[in-house]
């Protein structure tokens, strides 16, 4: 009997912010496949005897390659277990869900997506910064910063400057200089505020603020690295009337 496979998002770091029905999910699991950014808490609530799998991905160093994620998924279901891939954020923004689930389907396995609150959101709602604001901000665009060095990505950059609103960009640390330098290229005022959350919703959240002009020496200074999320736009100017989350202040900002 074929099991099924749930791709469940966890939420940007904060465990309370899973879904009720990802946590029902993630409690009744056989097997877990878990990524590095899901917050290590939450494996607790998984039952006596599941099989924790790590799949963590970092930028430079992957656990467990795609494919061999993709293999598992297949073969815990095809074996009659209930298999939950548990995914920072939400499984279909950035999180390779889509893929994942064409695998179920290719291979004619049952599966379920329980969507989760995505760091684009989250973390800029955890530093005070709402993406939208019905004075400010009419519309709002997720990009990773992976793509800042494509060629073939470079097109959308004056779409981006021109008419978007507010820009979320994750795991932009790398290419943060050219992402400032293309958007100011192509028509962003140099000072549009930026701001960038390190571990956003967590206890150890920080966030930098500066502009598209200065906000590269901002983040050397304070010492961010990803994970982080930079969000652009008018609507960071908010963030100190909005601010309600305990977060560490960098000393080069205090």
């Not at 793509?147 to 994750?170: N, R």
Request: proline residues 5%; aromatic residues 6%; glycine residues 10%.
């Amino acid at each position: 009997m074929v099991g099924k496979v749930y791709l469940v998002g966890a939420g940007p770091g904060d465990p309370e912010l899973i879904t009720v029905k990802g946590l029902r999910y993630l409690q009744q699991a056989d097997v877990v496949l878990y990524d590095r950014l899901v917050n290590p808490e939450l494996l607790t609530y998984a039952k006596e005897g599941a099989e924790l799998i790590f799949c963590g991905k970092d930028p430079k160093a992957h656990v467990i390659q795609q494919e061999v994620i993709n293999e598992n998924l297949v073969k815990y279901a095809k074996n009659g277990h209930q298999v939950v891939r548990l995914k920072g954020g939400d499984p279909f923004v950035f999180g390779r869900g889509g893929e994942e689930a064409e695998v179920c389907v290719r291979n004619q396995i049952p599966f379920e997506v329980v969507p989760g609150i995505t760091a684009g959101i989250g973390a800029a709602a955890y530093a005070g910064i709402p993406v939208t604001h019905r004075h400010i901000s009419k519309s709002f665009a997720f990009i990773t910063g992976h793509q800042a060095g494509d060629e073939a990505a470079e097109q959308q950059w004056s779409h981006l400057a021109k008419g978007v609103d507010t820009i979320c960009i994750y795991m932009g640390v790398t290419h943060l200089a050219s992402i400032a330098n293309n958007l100011i290229k192509h028509g962003k005022s140099p000072n549009t505020p930026v701001a960038l959350i390190h571990w956003g919703t967590l206890s150890t959240q920080r966030t930098v603020v500066g502009t598209l002009e200065t906000i590269v020496d901002e983040v050397k200074k304070a010492g961010i690295t990803n994970p982080s999320m930079t969000v652009i736009g008018e609507v960071v100017r908010l963030k100190e009337e909005l601010r309600w989350f305990n977060e560490i202040i960098p000393a080069t900002q205090a």
